[in-house]
């Protein structure tokens, strides 16, 4: 069924923007993004710790500025920034800024040097870290129609879609670029995210950075393995579920990180970008449970968070997109 927007029927895009981030979207809500899906932050403070590593060789690589800057995007309730700086070096420390960048309220509890904003600080020397961030920009969903033709999909708040009119202009560009349909006569059915919102909020963000690194961390597909029905989906309380914008779930999306990349990126997966930062999931040696069984356990605890973050399958698939700005690219494989 086709025909214009009416009647409560809106793109995707704009009903996304308004159930996740509207006077009572689900991100406004107190519990937070924690208390509905399991991030690398969460998993464990293993995370945290590696972006600290991260930091201090960006540090090292910028020649140890006066004041060195580590902005959290889409910081949930500070969790990210929090860990980072604890577990910063004194020398470090000392002269290291925080900032979260939130649409939601500021934690009560949130330590009161980190700072609270609603846009990246602009000109800052440092590292921006958005983890999870890119995957929440909404972003409108285009499905092939009984004739072949790429159509923008309408949802009202329940869920319900429809098909509205042909996609054009920039997007169908984006598309035929980014996203192509397979050679032939495309099947009915199929979907595509036009991911050029996306896009402009990354190169946005990147712009903000003074000198330093921009790092993206969020699932993520290419050009060569696009999903041929897309990814569009809903999180609530720790279950994937049916994507409906009414506010009462998250909606996400992977993320085509190819079309976010700036000249000069470079793509890896979690596990390798982990491992490079000393992440590592190998057993503890089986003499340590006999010198020290305490130890023993701590170090297996850890090597588990550490398979969780690297496991293949899982949080290890994601992609991390490393965007230099003004200064050599940070040593990572």
């Not at 963000?205 to 961390?217: E, H, K, M, P, Y």
């Not at 996400?252 to 000393?278: E, I, M, N, S, Y």
């Amino acid at each position: 069924m086709t025909g214009a927007a009416g009647g409560g029927w809106r793109g995707w895009r704009e009903a996304t923007e308004e159930a996740l981030y509207g006077p009572l979207g689900f991100y406004r809500r107190p519990e937070g993004p924690a208390g509905h899906f399991r991030t690398s932050v969460h998993a464990s403070p293993l995370f945290a710790e590696a972006v600290a590593r991260l930091l201090c060789r960006v540090d090292e690589t910028l020649g140890h500025p006066s004041e060195l800057a580590f902005v959290d995007m889409a910081a949930g309730r500070g969790e990210l920034v929090t860990g980072v700086l604890k577990a910063l070096p004194p020398d470090v420390a000392t002269r290291a800024r925080g900032y979260a960048v939130e649409r939601a309220d500021r934690p009560r509890d949130l330590d009161h040097r980190i700072g609270w904003l609603q846009e990246p600080p602009e000109g800052v020397t440092g590292l921006l870290f958005a983890n999870e961030w890119l995957d929440n920009v909404p972003l409108d969903i285009a499905e092939v129609d009984p004739d072949g033709v790429r159509r923008l999909v309408l949802v009202r708040r329940d869920g319900t879609e429809r098909l509205g009119d042909p996609v054009e202009g920039a997007d169908a560009e984006w598309l035929d670029r980014w996203w192509p349909l397979p050679a032939g006569e495309p099947p009915e059915g199929l979907r595509a995210e036009i991911g050029r919102p996306r896009d402009a909020a990354w190169a946005s963000t990147v712009a903000s950075v003074g000198r330093g690194l921009a790092v993206a961390v969020d699932y993520a597909h290419t050009a060569g393995a696009r999903p041929p029905f897309g990814t569009l989906t809903g999180f609530r309380e720790g279950r994937e579920t049916a994507p409906v914008p009414d506010g009462s779930c998250d909606i996400t999306a992977h993320v085509a990180l190819d079309a976010c990349a700036l000249p000069g990126a470079r793509l890896l997966p979690q596990r390798d970008a982990l491992r490079a930062l000393g992440v590592s999931g190998g057993r503890p040696p089986l003499s340590l449970a006999t010198t020290d069984p305490a130890a023993y356990v701590r170090a297996l605890a850890r090597a588990g968070e550490a398979a969780e973050l690297t496991a293949a399958g899982g949080l290890g698939d994601f992609g991390w997109l490393l965007q230099s700005v003004g200064f050599p690219d940070v040593q990572l494989p």
